[in-house]
């Protein structure tokens, strides 16, 4: 392990992995896939519905306002993610923390890019309201919750930003 985190940052690393989640799990071919196949009452039913949250798949059919919020929100999540992993890791910190530590950083700022990627992109919608904004902010926070562990294996064990 010690090879794969000696030449990337625990911020690289993070983005990279939320990158690849949006990347993936938000592409129109998955989203057409979970729709089709994952419409089960069982909880691996929704929890592959739910990767597809940060999705970049839009309907021509919707407001220009809608296909912007759901461009944004996907766009949101890996910079969100940068930022909180920027915010909380550093040089002295990463050095002096846990593995343990590192995994938990990582998984809670992509919780929290969630929930902020969600409540930004709820003010573009073409209806927005108070009560959509914390439902989006909920949804985001309930993806990064159950997806965010990819994140925080991707910053285990990570050095810090590099001075």
């Known amino acids: 392990m010690g090879v794969l985190t000696r030449y990337r940052t625990t911020t690289a690393a993070g983005v990279i992995a939320a990158f690849v989640l949006v990347l993936v799990f938000g592409s129109p071919p998955y989203g057409d896939w979970a729709r089709d196949n994952a419409n089960g009452t069982g909880a691996l039913d929704w929890f592959l519905?739910?990767?597809?949250?940060?999705?970049?798949?839009?309907?021509?059919?919707?407001?220009?306002?809608?296909?912007?919020?759901?461009?944004?929100?996907?766009?949101?999540?890996?910079?969100?993610?940068?930022?909180?992993?920027?915010?909380?890791?550093?040089?002295?910190?990463?050095?002096?923390?846990?593995?343990?530590?590192?995994?938990?950083?990582?998984?809670?700022?992509?919780?929290?890019?969630?929930?902020?990627?969600?409540?930004?992109?709820?003010?573009?919608?073409?209806?927005?309201?108070?009560?959509?904004?914390?439902?989006?902010?909920?949804?985001?926070a309930t993806y990064g919750l159950f997806t965010g562990w990819v994140v925080g294996l991707a910053t285990f064990r990570g050095p810090g930003r590099m001075t």
């Open 49 to 140: 519905t739910l990767l597809s949250w940060p999705s970049w798949d839009f309907d021509a059919d919707l407001p220009v306002r809608d296909i912007f919020a759901i461009m944004l929100r996907a766009i949101l999540v890996v910079v969100l993610t940068a930022v909180f992993l920027t915010l909380l890791t550093g040089p002295r910190l990463s050095r002096e923390r846990s593995g343990a530590a590192q995994f938990l950083t990582g998984w809670s700022a992509y919780i929290f890019a969630g929930a902020v990627a969600g409540l930004l992109a709820a003010i573009f919608v073409s209806d927005p309201s108070t009560l959509g904004a914390f439902q989006a902010a909920a949804g985001g």
